[in-house]
T-cell receptor, first 114, second 115 residues
Framework: NAGVTQTPKFQVLKTGQSMTLQCAQD?????MYWYRQDPGMGLRLIYYSASEGTTDKGEVPNGYNVSRLNKREFSLRLESAAPSQTSVYFCASSSRTGSHTEAFFGQGTRLTVV | AQSVSQHNHHVILSEAASLELGCNYS??????LFWYVQYPGQHLQLLLK??????LVKGIKGFEAEFIKSKFSFNLRKPSVQWSDTAEYFCAVTGRGNQGGKLIFGQGTELSVKP
């Protein structure tokens, strides 16, 4: 059982380039999330999708867009990368069964923007 | 505003010492509480969780946490740490019935255990 799979694991971009981070889960979860992790700041929510067909902004959405392609997949796009977007990005998913909203995380994507 | 505050940014302990990491949250309504652990170079893994019932919850690897509603706290404890507990620890909260169960994380506490 793969859980949450993110691609790529590492990426270096030049300022102004665009890219899409892919995320897929095989746990039939309704909710999916994108977080960024920066030293001393914990994980900050970029965007989330409560269910297929819906997306909402989190704490730090500027410079990002998302697509909930289907129930399994939730992608994060950087249209014009900036050095401030250098970070480790984590995708997560959770089920909304009852009140059990434990999240499962992918392995992360380490992105460097030069 | 919804927030989670972890009191310590970096804790250094010797093996066999006792551990307590503080976590306070600000969140209206009923909450679910979590502690996640991130070992060096790895993704976040669930350490333990509180949804309801006994406020003292036990997790993996000998960790436990106590939910004190009156203090809005969910502190993590372990009686005797090991070198392998070196990791970063994150407290997180989500509200019951909120949109998608989104997790709000604290800043993290880096734990270094000296052999």
């Amino acid at each position: 059982n793969a859980g949450v799979t993110q691609t790529p694991k590492f990426q270096v971009l030049k300022t102004g380039q665009s890219m899409t981070l892919q995320c897929a889960q095989d746990m039939n979860h309704n909710s999916m999330y994108w977080y960024r992790q920066d030293p001393g700041m914990g994980l900050r929510l970029i965007y989330y999708s409560a269910s297929e067909g819906t997306t909402d902004k989190g704490e730090v959405p500027n410079g990002y867009n998302v697509s909930r392609l289907n129930k399994r997949e939730f992608s994060l796009r950087l249209e014009s990368a900036a050095p401030s977007q250098t970070s480790v990005y984590f995708c997560a998913s959770s089920s909304r069964t009852g009140s059990h909203t434990e999240a499962f995380f992918g392995q992360g994507t380490r992105l460097t923007v030069v | 505003a919804q927030s989670v505050s972890q009191h310590n940014h970096h804790v250094i302990l010797s093996e066999a010492a006792s551990l307590e990491l503080g976590c306070n949250y600000s969140y209206g309504g009923t909450v679910n509480l979590f502690w996640y652990v991130q070992y060096p170079g790895q993704h976040l893994q669930l350490l333990l969780k509180y949804f309801s019932g006994d406020p003292l919850v036990k997790g993996i690897k000998g960790f436990e946490a106590e939910f004190i509603k009156s203090k809005f706290s969910f502190n993590l404890r372990k009686p005797s740490v090991q070198w392998s507990d070196t990791a970063e620890y994150f407290c997180a909260v989500t509200g019951r019935g909120n949109q998608g169960g989104k997790l709000i994380f604290g800043q993290g506490t880096e734990l270094s255990v000296k052999p």
